[in-house]
């Protein structure tokens, strides 16, 4: 949460749907950018 700048109440007052969401979204994110800096180490 600390990452994407939401406080610990917007956090806990978010649906659970949309929180189950928003956990996928942000590691696909962290993923996509984890290999972007691997591919960009690598060349």
Do not use: C, H, T
Request: hydrophobic share 35%.
């Amino acid at each position: 949460m600390e990452l994407s700048k939401q406080s610990y109440i917007d956090a806990v007052n978010m649906p659970v749907l949309k929180f189950y969401n928003y956990l996928k979204w942000k590691s696909s994110l962290e993923e996509e950018r984890a290999k972007i800096m691997k591919e960009e180490s690598g060349s």
